[in-house]
């Protein structure tokens, strides 16, 4: 929804007008898939598709958000009684709570919120939603907007309050996105460099509109199964296993632990390569290394489906394309594909012809463009 149309519901709602208005991007992750929680490398952007929240500070200590898109009001006090729950407003009373343990002294608000990142596709419409909820705390509240904390927040949120176990990759790239740029993350430093994309290329997002639920049980069985290869192997974490000391412990593991096990090694190893060829320009060899990783997500992790990897099938088969894979956790949602930009007229309704007569699905393909992280859009 745009700007204009959120402040004038704030107008209707609340009257007088919003004190700040606040956005943050969605992300697709390009390559360095489930290798956040395992102290591994990944290259996520912030993607031009956003949640944005017109607020202003109210001086009780309560917040009260209505939801466009759900139409629906949420309230709670800070500070306040109440067991984590699952609603869409637990995202926001979720990012609270962690901040306050984090320090942070918060103000209330009333607040407007409508987005327009897909949800439940794959693109951290939920991180959009805990770093746009953040940047409204820190806007309001009067504290530094510190990016790296603001996401170590959302994780917390995610973990401890909505209790879904995910990694730092999402809530990360969406408060320090940069435009035109990747951000090659250490998930273990949490160094960061930002990485160009090659300029003759797109970014293009294929939906499947097949969703998945990452509370769901496999993500969490594959930590498990990760941290189970990393201790047969005497480490803590995989980012200290080598492929020959992965190796040299598989009888004592499993086949199932060192599949997982070699999905992360090889991804990694994958994630630098990719960041190398990107800032040397080289599309072909990022498409190769986007395929490969989708072959060891496929065959390895075992977290993509038939949509997804006919979804890869019609993408690779459509004119223009350098390389696709799943991204994000699996198990549903988008494929993300490197098309020549002057083949992208052809290239979408190509791939999604072939995706539709291989699946009777109808896919929402369209490219995407690199975004700065959670920023103040407009200030009273
Ligand atoms: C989800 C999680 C991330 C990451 C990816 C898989 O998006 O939120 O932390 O683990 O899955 O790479």
């Known amino acids: 929804m745009a700007r204009a149309s959120i402040e004038e519901e704030f107008r209707l709602r609340f009257g007088g007008e919003p004190e700040v208005v606040v956005r943050a991007p969605g992300r697709v992750n390009l390559i360095g898939e489930h290798t956040d929680y395992n102290e591994g490398f990944v290259m996520p952007m912030a993607i031009d598709r956003w949640v944005t929240m017109a607020v202003r500070p109210r001086a009780d200590g309560r917040v009260t958000l209505h939801s466009i898109d759900l139409n629906d009001e949420g309230s709670f006090a800070l500070g306040g009684e109440g067991e984590p729950g699952r609603t869409w407003i637990d995202y926001v009373r979720g990012v609270a709570w962690a901040l306050t343990e984090a320090g942070k002294s918060l103000a209330g608000f009333d607040g407007v919120v409508s987005g327009n990142v897909p949800v439940g596709a794959g693109l951290s419409s939920s991180a959009a939603f805990e770093m746009a909820a953040a940047r409204a705390f820190a806007a309001i509240s009067g504290f530094e907007w ?28 969406c408060a320090v996105g940069r435009a035109g740029h990747a951000v090659r993350i250490d998930c273990r430093s949490l160094e960061m460099r930002t990485v160009p994309l090659p300029l003759e290329v797109s970014v293009v997002l294929l939906d499947t509109t097949t969703r ?169």
């Open 212 to 380: 998945r639920q990452l509370i769901g049980s496999e993500y969490n069985d594959r930590r498990g199964q990760c941290a189970a290869a990393a201790a047969a192997c005497g480490a803590s974490s995989l980012r200290d296993v080598t492929q020959a000391q992965l190796d040299a412990c598989r009888e004592g593991m499993g086949d199932l632990a060192f599949r997982r096990a070699r999905h992360v090694l090889s991804e990694n190893d994958r994630t630098l390569r990719a960041a190398e060829a990107m800032r040397a320009g080289d599309a072909a060899l990022l498409g190769r290394l986007m395929n490969e990783s989708h072959r060891s997500l496929r065959d390895d992790y075992e977290v993509s489906t038939r949509a997804l990897d006919s979804m890869v099938e019609s993408a690779r088969s459509a004119p223009g394309c350098h390389g696709a894979r799943l991204t994000g956790a699996g198990f549903g949602g988008c494929v993300v594909a490197l098309v020549d930009r002057h083949r992208l007229h052809g290239f979408v309704p190509h791939a999604s012809a072939l995706f539709t007569a291989a699946t009777h699905l109808v896919p929402a393909v369209y490219p995407c463009e690199a975004v700065e992280g959670a920023d103040i859009v407009s200030r009273a």
């Open 146 to 173: 510190d990016p790296v904390a603001m996401a170590r927040a959302g994780q917390r949120a995610e973990n401890l309050w909505m209790g879904v176990n995910c990694g730092i990759m999402d809530p990360l790239i």
